[in-house]
């Protein structure tokens, strides 16, 4: 049977395809992206006879798997005899890269260049891994480019920092810095697995334990009042072999930190609540990090905005001076700095305005109220930041006074 064809003329395709008059046609588009990822706590994940960092990989220790290893330079000197053993005894091939982890390193010549190595590699697009090992810059550098090669290949993180495993290994963010700017490229792009063994911090120094603890204790302030109490009564005895050996003070101290910043983080993994307690101390810290000569690490810029954050609500009747003091004791405690000479009222002012920016038009500022919780405000003037400044200088001075005094006797 044969089908009559039909050759319209040009005017009855003209007419055919003729836009409507406003407000036209339109289509909607919708979809959901699942978020389907492990965050595991696992001791010895080194041992050949431990499977856990394997099957991560892939691996079953019968066929032959590959992997892209991203190291930073201290886990290289550290770890690397042992994550040979370990991947030779698993039968992963690996390509294996170095680099710095300093925040120099969070650059894009930095993402390129691994870009590269997933290419001369050629590495399969859901089949084969990245795998970061280190502290944050490493994790954030490798979760950027693993989010963009290719529109997306899997990654698994391994934080061998306190701050890694309890912040920067566990969510979905990844960034590098641009000019004057900390993360202002980056993209949210969950790891399969992330998997922290506490061992690794028995070869944290002493300053980058205490890098970590300014999140847990942020982490502390503004969700969990138990956790606070646990800081205060354990701080002193706070150290690398203490928490690698997880005993019951430790232990909790890591569990309940991350699985206090999962619960902040998974309702709104996207951000599309801007209103975050987790940014906490993480308004005026970036521009303080970036600019201070020597330069600070990331828990170090945190402490100094919380700080800030402290005698703000101190100052607005949220936190009771009492609570003020033993926030501020707290910090200074656990070694970390409660001022610095970078922190003026107008990079303070600065940094408000391009949090503004970053919150969308908003302060969106958290602040404790009360230990243990927290609320938003967006009326901060420049008179309060002076005030807060010029408060915590005070008591950093007498903390100082104080230090001295006990040295002398």
């Not at 003070?249 to 993994?269: K, Q, T, V």
């Amino acid at each position: 049977m044969s089908i009559p064809t039909v050759n319209p003329t040009p005017t009855s395709i003209t007419a055919a395809f003729d836009l409507p008059k406003p407000p036209g046609v339109s289509w909607r588009v919708r979809s959901q992206q699942v978020v389907d990822y492990e965050v595991s706590m696992t001791r010895g994940l080194l041992s050949t006879s431990n499977s856990t960092f394997a099957h991560a990989c892939g691996a079953d220790g019968k066929r032959r798997t590959r992997c892209l290893v991203v190291v930073d330079d201290a886990v290289e000197q550290l770890y690397g005899e042992r994550l040979r053993a370990y991947f030779s005894a698993w039968r992963i091939a690996h390509n294996w890269r170095v680099v710095p982890g300093d925040e120099n390193t969070k650059q894009l010549d930095t993402a390129l260049g691994l870009v590269d190595d997933m290419s001369s590699m050629g590495i399969l697009r859901r089949a084969e891994k990245i795998v970061a090992i280190g502290g944050g810059v490493v994790l954030d550098v490798v979760g950027m480019t693993a989010s963009l090669y290719r529109r997306g290949i899997p990654y698994i993180r391994v934080p061998t920092t306190l701050i890694g495993q309890v912040d920067a290994g566990i969510g979905v963010k990844t960034g590098i810095n641009h000019g004057q700017h900390k993360n202002r490229l980056g993209t949210y792009c969950a790891p399969e697995t992330a998997l922290i063994d506490p061992e690794f911090l028995r070869t944290v120094d002493r300053r980058h334990i205490n890098n970590g603890l300014a999140e847990i204790i942020k982490m502390a302030l503004i969700k969990d009042s138990q956790l606070f109490d646990l800081l205060e009564a354990t701080v002193a005895s706070i150290d690398p072999e203490t928490l690698a050996d997880c005993g019951p003070a430790g232990g909790e101290i890591l569990s309940r930190s991350i699985a206090g910043m999962l619960d902040e983080l998974e309702p709104n993994l996207w951000e599309k609540v801007l209103e975050r307690a987790v940014d906490y101390g993480h308004t005026f810290s970036p521009s303080l990090e970036l600019r201070a000569d020597p330069p600070l690490l990331h828990g170090e810029a945190v402490a100094v905005d919380m700080a800030i954050c402290v005698a703000l609500a101190r100052n607005r009747g949220l936190l009771s001076e009492q609570d003020a003091d033993r926030a501020l004791t707290l910090m200074n405690a656990a070694g970390l700095p409660l001022t610095h000479p970078v922190f003026t009222a107008e990079l303070l002012e600065r940094a408000l305005e391009d949090a503004v920016k970053h919150r969308d038009g908003y302060q969106r500022m958290p602040l404790t109220a009360g230990i243990g919780s927290a609320v938003f405000v967006n009326d901060i003037t420049a008179d309060e930041l002076r005030a807060a400044l010029s408060f915590v200088a005070h008591r950093d001075h007498r903390a100082a006074d104080s230090d001295v005094l006990e040295s002398a006797r």
